[in-house]
């Protein structure tokens, strides 16, 4: 009697991208229309111009909207802290998630100014993940279930996501998932973190490098839970879950990239829906945001993570979007349009 293959956690995440809606061409093309009307040099505006065809497309709405926009921050730690790897100690994940709450962290004056809802997630903070160094960070259920909860972030409907994250060591996670997917060296993907020095460096190195040779060439959702954090797992069923109710996304840096890295390696057109917010000065963001197609909207040396950048890129959406909807028409201005 042939065995019957044995049903893993995975299998529902996996089936998930067979269910990837593609954006409304007819919506893009009523926005192309408009912008053809407007009282402007056609695409004049240049990549604003993209950016409401992309918006517009992926909401399915003739005029779209940013009346909702969410930023989502995810928190955890991680266990190959204990490998020295970080400038801080794990307990400031905790406090820096007091500091949202109290609003005094650089993300919520960002949000503030720019009218974006703010939510922050907190997974088991005084339960680390494993040390990556020593085997993998999550069993395959803790995996699959902090993914299905990094789902739950769109269920009050944003018309935008813009997923952060936050947590005391993850730069070095992020460093193993580029370095296990892209290979090279490790150097080529580790970067200084929080600020660590050059005996700080060195050992991040050494870590990323001892994890990648214990859990290299997986899938890669095996890959996620054996080398990622759960902020990371959360942040990628974010995404997903974004894509499936044609939600767009602006993605921040070097980590939240890591969780979009794992989605693309599954499915090269499962972040069409998404943006780069900005090109942090973390690692190798640059060459990582080349291997996912994504050119940055903004290019500030940033590497503060917590979805700032791409808080500070919704902005540049908004202004993109009000000039779409409030300009007027030559009819209506009564300016000649070109002969």
């Not at 009307?37 to 695409?43: A, D, S």
Request: hydrophobic share 50%; proline share 5%; glycine share 10%.
């Amino acid at each position: 009697m042939q065995e019957i293959p044995q049903r893993t956690a995975f299998d529902d995440i996996r089936a998930l991208f067979q269910l990837m809606p593609e954006p409304s061409q007819a919506a893009i093309e009523a926005v192309e229309q408009r912008q053809r009307e407007l009282t402007k040099p056609t695409e004049s505006l240049g990549r604003l111009e993209e950016l409401v065809a992309w918006l517009a497309g992926w909401q399915g709405k003739d005029m779209p909207t940013l009346d909702r926009p969410l930023v989502a921050v995810f928190a955890g730690n991680h266990g190959v802290v204990a490998q020295g790897v970080s400038a801080y100690p794990a307990e400031v994940t905790r406090q820096m998630v007091a500091n949202f709450s109290a609003g005094g962290a650089a993300i919520n004056q960002i949000c503030a100014i720019f009218g974006l809802g703010l939510k922050v997630y907190e997974l088991a903070l005084d339960m680390p993940t494993r040390d990556i160094t020593q085997g993998p960070a999550m069993d395959e259920r803790e995996a699959a279930g902090t993914f299905a909860f990094g789902m739950e972030a769109i269920a009050d409907a944003p018309d935008l996501l813009i997923p952060g994250d936050m947590g005391v060591g993850n730069t070095t996670i992020a460093a193993a998932i580029y370095h296990a997917l892209y290979r090279g060296e490790p150097e080529d993907w580790v970067g200084r973190g929080a600020g660590v020095d050059d005996c700080g460096f060195a050992r991040k190195v050494a870590a990323v490098e001892r994890a990648v040779a214990l859990h290299a060439g997986h899938h890669p959702l095996e890959l996620l839970r054996r080398l990622g954090g759960r902020e990371i797992a959360a942040i990628a069923g974010a995404i997903l879950a974004a894509r499936l109710q044609r939600i767009p996304v602006i993605l921040d840096g070097y980590v939240v990239c890591a969780a979009a890295a794992i989605l693309h390696a599954c499915d090269p057109h499962a972040l069409g829906h998404c943006v780069a917010g900005h090109v942090s000065a973390e690692g190798a963001h640059a060459q990582v945001l080349r291997r996912l197609g994504k050119a940055p909207l903004l290019d500030l040396g940033m590497r503060l993570g917590e979805a700032s950048g791409g808080a500070l890129a919704a902005g540049i959406l908004k202004a993109a979007l009000a000039c779409h909807t409030g300009m007027s028409t030559f009819a209506q201005a009564g300016v000649a349009d070109k002969a």
